[in-house]
């Protein structure tokens, strides 16, 4: 019997828990243990979920009961030329996706980009909130917390900051609803993502909202952040990079490489991106934007959950005399080159290709440049499918390249 063998066993007679396992043995074997207890107890074989490439140690900060890795198919796009604020240069992006036609796709986007010189972009805001929710006993106790939180900025920051490193707190907004206080913090967290970092520093600064105030904290995250669920806020006032891409492709490039004109992508994108969103009561007046963030999220380490917010981005297209002006504004992408999944190894690797990997020089400048080029991906992606739309091919695209 293997160690393996012993630690299922002891887990089906009750002796162990499922997540205890790490305790007993080493993570591989750890692992196993789980995938041999599920496959006994199940029809399933896992023999392909237990075919890993890396220490199943280095993934202790990213996942509990552990029992091997989900593979998704990696390619690449490119190179793009991107003339950014902080990206600058060729860059080669690794996508990882199950849907086929989505990296010919934003392949061809990247191709044309280049043929007409680069994609300009650019990251206008920068800001990763949280917002708890505290409870008062009805409005004069809560214009009492929102005036001591505007008198006391310096002591919050210190209060907040006294937690990281890299991160620094920007803004605070109150709002009130009744008897509940949303206080909404706003951070610069560098390279990370930083919604560890935001967490854990606004958790010291309610703290100090408790003692100094009558509000009583209910809840870290009051859902005004708003994290991970569809959210005007975001799509308004941004989270974690507001990051615009933008190009100039000549009317001969469009009708030569994407097989139509600068009219009939015009015309597509008012109906179907903007009048249609707008009908629809969507967020997003996009094709597929979030097609390529969740691909360069899946395969740079982001946290997928984020996609939410990134499908917040606006297309706009217009035909010019001899060229096709187009732009994609994300208002809300939760991007890092450091913490979370950026860390595990196939995710490193990637991050290598964009040489994005870690902090940055200056701090926040590899997020920057990673921000700008996800969104001339998305700008890549989106005239590929607007093109495909206005020349009827999205159809037979996907019957040559997706099933
Ligand atoms: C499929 C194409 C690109 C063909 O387009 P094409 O112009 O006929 O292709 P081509 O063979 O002439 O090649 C042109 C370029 O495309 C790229 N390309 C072409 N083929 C490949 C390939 N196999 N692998 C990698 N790259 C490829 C490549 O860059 C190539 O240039 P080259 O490098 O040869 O000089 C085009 O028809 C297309 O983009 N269609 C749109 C497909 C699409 O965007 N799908 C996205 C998913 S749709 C979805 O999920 C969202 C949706 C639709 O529901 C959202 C909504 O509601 O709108
Ligand atoms: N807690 C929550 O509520 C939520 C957590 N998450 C998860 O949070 C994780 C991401 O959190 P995040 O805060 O980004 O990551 P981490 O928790 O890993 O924090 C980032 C770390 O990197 C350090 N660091 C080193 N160099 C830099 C640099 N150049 N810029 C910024 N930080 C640097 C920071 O140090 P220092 O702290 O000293 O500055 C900090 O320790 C993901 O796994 C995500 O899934 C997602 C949603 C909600």
Known sequence: MTDADELAEQVRAGDLRLHELEDHADHDTAAEARRKLLESETDADLGTVGDYAFDAELAEPNIENMVGAAQ?????????VVSGGSAEGDYYLPLATTEGALLASVNRGCSVISTA????????????????????QGIVEAEEVVNWVRDHRDELVEAAEATTNHG????????????SVFLRFVYDTKDAMGM?????????????????????????SGNLCTDKKPAAINAVEGRGRSVTA????????????????????????????LVGSAKA???????????????????????????????NAITTVEARDEELYASVSIASLEVGTVGGG?????????????????????????????????????LAGELSLLAALASRHLSSA??????
Do not use: C
């Open 72 to 80: 998704i198919p990696m390619g690449v796009v490119g190179p793009v």
């Open 246 to 273: 933008d190009v100039r492709i000549p009317r001969e490039t469009v009708e030569n490489r994407l097989h139509t004109t600068p009219e009939a992508i015009e015309e597509a994108n008012t109906r179907k991106n």
């Open 196 to 220: 560890n970092m935001a967490t854990i520093a606004t958790g010291e600064a309610a703290s100090l909202v408790e003692e100094e105030t009558p509000a009583s904290l209910v809840a870290l």
């Open 342 to 378: 950026t860390k595990l190894p196939t995710q490193t690797e990637a991050l290598d290709v964009l040489g994005l990997r870690g902090g940055g020089d200056p701090p926040g400048s590899n997020a920057d440049a990673l921000a700008e080029i996800i969104a001339v991906g998305a």
């Open 117 to 136: 010189g680069g994609a300009d972009a650019r990251v206008t805001k920068n800001g990763m909130t949280r917002a708890p929710v505290f409870r008062v």
């Open 281 to 311: 009561g969507s967020l997003g007046f996009n094709a597929h934007a979030a097609n390529t963030i969740a691909a360069a999220f899946l395969a740079t380490g982001q946290d997928a959950a984020q996609v939410v917010e990134g499908s």
């Open 168 to 179: 620094k707190l920007e803004d605070v907004t109150t709002y009130v609803v009744g008897d």
């Open 398 to 403: 996907h019957e040559e390249l997706g099933r």
